[in-house]
């Protein structure tokens, strides 16, 4: 059964991707994660923060690393712990020097600046690819929403003009105009977009008065939100597509190589099963092609994006109509 693909020009075996997050922490876990068969790993974000060796608080420290862990956010590290610039190079290069698979590096930064001088340390230090983790709070009200996008749109080109690897951008769902801003990044020459940032959830204590900050293990319910956002891009971009949370078993990866996929990536299906469950979703997956006579995924990608639709928007319209007047009043 042929489950090859290519992502961000990368000649892949299949699409089952390590996602950035805890598992990439320890050299042993990685290494079992190769003989389980893992096409390619994703390394936590690098943070500006610890690059330029800023104290931040607790909650500061906890939201980012919620924000980059691409779907098992309740693993924090302790503060006191993180990798700093030179250590995450230092293990960067021992991930490379033990494992045969491409490891990618990932970066979070706040001006342009450090965007761009990290990327080339990541490139030097041997990362097959980088992830730019772009977000954005959306908190501060002097910023306007094109002003967000034209600085995202800089950051990645001023990257990508120096560097040999390719770049890859994870988006957050929470844009105005999500596929109008992706065409720019594409524009921009970004190699790939990663579909989406998971957030963690947050209460409010009312007797402590104190913010409650939770990020559990995905569910393959969050699938739905990224078939989505890959549906609308499939076709429309250049730029190869990931989709990173909610993705738990082979028939999410059959979803997500519909909806225009090149690759999907686990994390919190691998810290609930251990490495070795990337070896059975794939055996499952190849079980599944063959049953339903796919000879390939190629064959099937983007089978169901929007590309497909004369009139995306007004497809989408219609089906809300609909599906709104079949609900039963309570």
Do not use: C
Not at 123 to 134: F, M, S, T, V, Y
Not at 210 to 226: A, D, G, P
Not at 295 to 310: A, C, F, H
């Amino acid at each position: 059964m042929d489950l090859k693909t290519t992502y961000l020009g990368i000649r892949l075996p299949h699409p089952l991707v390590v996602g950035s997050g805890p598992l990439g922490d320890d050299l042993d876990v990685v290494k079992k994660l190769e003989d389980a068969g893992a096409a390619a790993i994703v390394l936590r974000s690098l943070y500006e923060e610890e690059i330029t060796g800023e104290q931040i608080n607790t909650f500061l420290h906890t939201e980012s690393y919620g924000d980059s862990s691409a779907e098992a956010g309740s693993y924090f590290p302790d503060p006191e712990s993180a990798l700093g610039p030179d250590e995450y190079l230092e293990h960067l290069r021992r991930v490379k020097s033990t494992v045969k698979i491409p490891v990618f590096a990932s970066l979070n930064g706040s001006t342009l600046g450090s965007w761009v001088s990290y990327a080339h340390l990541l490139e030097q230090a041997g990362a097959d690819a980088l992830e730019l983790n772009i977000h954005h709070p959306a908190s501060d009200p002097t910023m306007s929403a094109a002003e967000v996008e034209r600085l995202a749109v800089d950051v990645v080109r001023e990257v990508k003009r120096g560097l040999r690897i390719p770049v890859a951008v994870k988006l957050s769902p929470m844009l105005t105009a999500f596929a109008h801003f992706a065409m720019q990044l594409d524009n921009a020459g970004v190699d790939g977009f990663v579909l989406f940032t998971r957030f963690h959830d947050v209460d409010i204590d009312v007797y402590e008065l104190e913010v409650i900050r939770v990020m559990k293990l995905s569910e393959s319910s969050e699938l739905q939100l990224r078939l989505r956002g890959t549906a609308a891009l499939a076709g429309r971009v250049k730029a190869s597509l990931a989709i990173t949370g909610g993705v738990h078993t082979a028939l999410d990866v059959v979803k997500g190589t519909m909806a225009g996929a090149h690759i999907t990536q686990m994390v919190s299906a691998l810290l609930r099963n251990g490495p070795g469950y990337l070896r059975d979703v794939r055996t499952d997956l190849e079980k599944w092609l063959e049953k339903n006579e796919w000879n390939s995924l190629g064959e099937m990608r983007g089978n169901m994006s929007l590309e497909r639709i004369p009139d995306p928007g007004r497809y989408e319209r219609q089906n809300l109509r609909m599906m709104l007047r079949s609900q039963v009043p309570g």
